[in-house]
């Protein structure tokens, strides 16, 4: 997560202006079922090089957050991540401020969003948003809660948001909330693309459920991480040992993704014609991401796309990772 840049303020307003960038799962298991109907899972998330942006302003006057997000008139604001993760950080400190015998008085927070993460893709943009929001107001008010407790309040505005408080390149396990920072897999070429339709995440972890889990070699998964954590920071090229390991990294919600969304497997088989050495749907779609060698190989792969009859319907981003 980029560090917020702080603009200073009238009087008592402060004004804070963050980048959020979008993420990619490199692959995604279930691992597990739990009571209250979460899943554990298995992942590596990624950082890529595509950002909503944020203006938050923080200030006295009536109590209140307000999140403006031009455009996306069909999220309620206080359905927007970025109200949910205010909300949750602000009754937390209330309640420890409280708890030290002190008084607390609700500040105005208003959020102004703009969108450019697109939504029902997988790429987590909604939770990203809630981590730099969690990230300005743990600045703004002097860092009162510790790296776990603000996992804590991220874990509960959404399973992906801890994540986005590291960004880079993460193992993440349980529902999302135990994060292990690997090094971070810098500058390789990506094509993303998002086919019309979204899938909803709740929907595909319930298409999940109506099967027996998938196995999953744990041994065979911490043996791939850390021998690609340790190609990472000897300054390798990893993209060939990820494509090599291809069979291994599942991501178990591709086969619900593609029920809900068939053209996810027109994309997959797209890419691999073009030139990807690896592809797959992230997180819980419908986007799919696409590695290449080199930038060159990227942009030729996305412009012959845009040529073509079913590729000219995708929304295509060119990036890296991060
Ligand atoms: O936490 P978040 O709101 O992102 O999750 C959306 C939905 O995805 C949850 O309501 C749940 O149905 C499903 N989910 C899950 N297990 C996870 C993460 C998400 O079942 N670890």
């Avoid at 998964?221 to 990820?242: H, M, Q, T």
Wanted: charged share 20%; hydrophobic share 40%.
């Amino acid at each position: 997560m980029p560090l917020p840049v702080f603009y200073g303020g009238h009087m008592s307003t402060e004004v804070y202006e963050i980048t959020a960038n979008a993420k990619i799962n490199l692959f995604l298991r279930v691992t597990g079922r739990l009571p209250n109907g979460y899943h554990k899972l298995y992942s590596i998330m990624q950082e890529i090089g595509i950002s909503d942006d944020l203006k938050i302003t923080i200030g006295e006057g009536t109590s209140g957050i307000e999140v403006v997000c031009p455009g996306r008139a069909d999220i309620e604001p206080e359905h927007n991540l970025c109200y949910k993760a205010a909300d949750r950080f602000l009754s937390k400190l209330k309640k420890k401020t409280l708890s030290e015998g002190n008084s607390f008085t609700s500040p105005h927070i208003r959020i102004d969003l703009t969108k450019n993460i697109p939504s029902e893709s997988g790429m987590g943009g909604g939770s990203s948003d809630a981590a730099a929001v969690l990230v300005v107001m743990q600045e703004h008010f002097d860092s009162p809660f510790t790296e776990e407790e603000l996992a804590g309040i991220a874990v509960n505005v959404g399973a992906d948001v801890p994540f986005f408080l590291y960004g880079g390149t993460c193992l993440c396990e349980m529902v999302g909330e135990q994060i292990t920072p690997l090094n971070h897999l810098e500058g390789l070429p990506l094509v993303i693309a998002k086919p019309k339709g979204g899938v909803s995440t709740p929907l595909c972890f319930k298409m999940i459920d109506s099967n027996p889990l998938p196995d999953f070699d744990e041994g065979a998964y911490a043996g791939f991480v850390n021998e690609l954590d340790s190609r990472i920071g000897k300054g390798e090229d990893v993209l060939p040992f990820i494509a090599a390991n291809e069979d291994l990294l599942i991501n178990d919600l591709q086969a619900p993704g593609i029920e809900c969304v068939p053209e996810i497997a027109t994309i997959i088989q797209r890419f691999k014609d073009n030139g990807a050495a690896y592809t797959a749907m992230t997180g819980s779609g419908s986007a799919v991401f696409a590695m290449f060698p080199d930038k060159e190989s990227a942009k030729s792969c996305a412009d012959k796309l845009k040529e073509d009859p079913d590729g000219s319907k995708w929304m295509l981003i060119v990036t890296e990772t991060i």
